[in-house]
């Protein structure tokens, strides 16, 4: 009896090896499909917006061939931290946005102006659809960071693509609720261009208000080279 018990016993203790070999690969194997899983449900998620878009998804232009026409967009940092924000777009030789693009506070918006040169038509008809697009890109920053065009290269895995809006020509002789609210968007981000230009010379230029539109990215983009080249010569010493 004490044979066969021992035998037995052995048996078993063969057996639980056995088993506990076969379960580690599929304990494993679990592991990195729920990781799998896991990884596609995150990018099967809708990504989240710092800003919100007004228009949401187009650009409206006045169809006017030969002429340097203009579109508006109001920009609102929805987000809980400061975030910049940039235009690029398929066509950069007959467009350029004002301003390029920026840093916004939570809750601060802009209304932004972008141009565009219509050319004239080959068969002298209103094209129907148009390839011309436009991309806003947003980035969350810390602090008062200035913005620079380049940030968006350095930084591109935290940068979101909020929207691509679609270029869409309205004819400037037939009223339309697009053309009428792209007039006072307009006149809106224009009366807050003048009055900035009548605003005191002691006055802080890095406020924003609701609906300014400031173009200074050029002389942000100044101040920071001649800091970086300042930093380069202490080094240098």
């Avoid at 990018?43 to 232009?61: A, E, G, I, Q």
């Avoid at 946005?97 to 809750?107: A, E, N």
């Avoid at 565009?116 to 094209?127: D, I, Q, R, T, Y």
Wanted: net charge positive; proline share 7%.
């Amino acid at each position: 009896m004490a044979i066969g018990e021992e035998r037995r016993e052995s048996q078993s203790e063969s057996e639980g090896k056995v088993w506990n070999l076969l379960k580690l690969p599929f304990r494993h194997s679990t592991v990195s499909t729920s990781n799998s899983v896991s990884s596609l449900a995150r990018s099967l998620l809708p990504t989240r917006r710092r800003l919100k878009l007004d228009p949401s998804s187009k650009l409206y232009f006045p169809y006017e061939p030969g002429k340097q026409v203009k579109s508006a967009i109001r920009i609102k940092n929805t987000s809980k931290s400061n975030v910049a924000f940039k235009f690029q777009t398929n066509a950069p030789k007959s467009c350029f946005m004002r301003p390029p693009g920026g840093v916004l506070t939570p809750g601060e918006s802009i209304i932004a102006i972008v141009f565009k040169f219509v050319e004239h038509p080959l068969n002298n008809e209103k094209p129907e659809k148009t390839g011309f697009k436009f991309k806003i890109m947003s980035m969350k920053v810390k602090g008062s960071i200035e913005y620079v065009p380049e940030m968006f290269g350095e930084l591109k895995d935290q940068v979101t693509v909020e929207q691509i809006l679609q270029v869409v020509f309205l004819d400037p002789e037939r009223n339309s609720p697009a053309l009428e609210k792209l007039r006072l968007q307009l006149a809106e981000a224009n009366a807050a261009v003048e009055a900035r230009k009548r605003a005191p010379e002691d006055e802080d230029p890095e406020i924003l208000r609701e609906g300014l539109v400031i173009d200074e990215w050029k002389e942000r983009r100044e101040r920071y080279l001649a800091k970086q080249q300042g930093e380069m010569v202490m080094d240098s010493i």
